[in-house]
Each structure stands twice: as C-alpha cells, then as structure tokens.
C-alpha cells in the first residue's frame, strides 16, 4: 500500500522558519516527480512547489524565494524548507507524487496522507 507520511508542522510567528518532511514509500518514491501541496480553510488544495527525480524545481509565485523543496533519494524522504513564513502560509500540508506538466496541470499518484499543520501568527 502506497504511504505517505507528512511531519514538521507547527505553530510559528511571522518570519519564521519550519521544515516539512515527508517519508514516502519506495514504489511511489522513486523516478516520480514528488510534489508539496497545502489546503487553507475554504480553499482547494494547491500545488506549491515540486521536484522532478533528476532535481528539478519549481515553485507557485506566492512561495519563489522563500521556500525550497528538496529530496534525498535514498531515504524515499521530501523536504520543504520554509522561511520568512507569512500567515497567509497557514495550511495544511501535504505531499504526494505526481505526474507533471505545469504547476496548475498534474495528476497525483498516490493516496493522501494526513498533512501536518501549518499556521503562521501575525
């Protein structure tokens, strides 16, 4: 069964920083393109930032320059460094395969996993 499994959320002021990891398994992990998401309340979840197999980026405006998605391959894991955080970053987040063709154009792969929380104070 294909898992995912998000974790490093929590609570932080404006300007601060979390990283988000995301433990996928192996089947679903290797040669995809791994994708973070979020969801705000009232609002359809969105891709924010995506990292092919070979390492190549790319990220929504709302997040270019403040976050930065990695992966390490060997450990089926996917990262999301964010800094200069903002409350309009206050999500849930999540991580999933993908089949890519544009940030707004994508096909997710796996079932979702529960997110970790994210929520940014003033």
């Known amino acids: 069964q294909v898992q995912l499994v998000e974790s490093g959320g929590g609570s932080v002021q404006a300007g601060g920083s979390l990283r988000l990891s995301c433990a996928a398994s192996?089947?679903?992990?290797?040669?995809?393109?791994m994708g973070w998401f979020r969801q705000a309340p009232g609002k359809q979840r969105e891709l924010v930032a995506r990292?092919?197999?070979?390492?190549?980026?790319n990220y929504v405006d709302s997040v270019k320059d403040r976050f930065t998605i990695s992966r390490d391959n060997a450990k089926n894991t996917v990262y999301l460094q964010m800094t200069s955080l903002k409350p309009e970053d206050t999500a849930v987040y999540y991580c999933?395969?993908?089949?890519?063709?544009?940030?707004?154009?994508?096909?997710?792969?796996?079932?979702w996993g529960q997110g970790t929380q994210v929520t940014v104070s003033s």
């Open positions: 990292i092919s197999s070979g390492g190549t980026t």
């Open positions: 999933n395969a993908l089949i890519y063709y544009s940030l707004s154009r994508y096909s997710g792969l796996g079932s």
């Open positions: 192996g089947s679903i992990f290797n040669g995809n393109s």
